[in-house]
């Protein structure tokens, strides 16, 4: 028997990936719908390098989500500014399609 058959592994949350898709949210809604950075090969590899770039966050219950979020403002910069570094990097070598 495998341990993805012996145990549940839904509850193993990592809370930067939350967080790095949020701030994704929130920047691209402050660039031009025309920007080449809304195609989704660009925002994969936006987030891939953010979620890179960003110190995980994991939780596997409700008390790792409440430590989670008093973490959220300490982190909340770290992922800001990997979320716009990975959209200057994809502008400057976007995605071939």
Not at 14 to 34: G, H
Not at 48 to 63: D, E, F, K, M, Q
Not at 79 to 96: F, H, L, M
Request: hydrophobic content about 40%; overall charge negative.
């Amino acid at each position: 028997m495998s341990l993805f058959e012996r145990y549940s592994f839904e509850d193993l949350v990592n809370e930067a990936e939350r967080m790095v898709f949020e701030e994704l949210e929130r920047q691209f809604s402050e660039l031009p719908d025309t920007d080449s950075c809304k195609t989704e090969d660009a925002v994969l590899d936006i987030a891939a390098y953010a979620l890179n770039n960003v110190t995980p966050l994991y939780r596997v219950n409700l008390l790792g989500r409440i430590y989670a979020n008093t973490l959220h403002e300490k982190h909340a910069r770290e992922v800001r500014d990997a979320v716009a570094e990975g959209i200057a990097r994809v502008r400057a070598n976007p995605p071939i399609s």
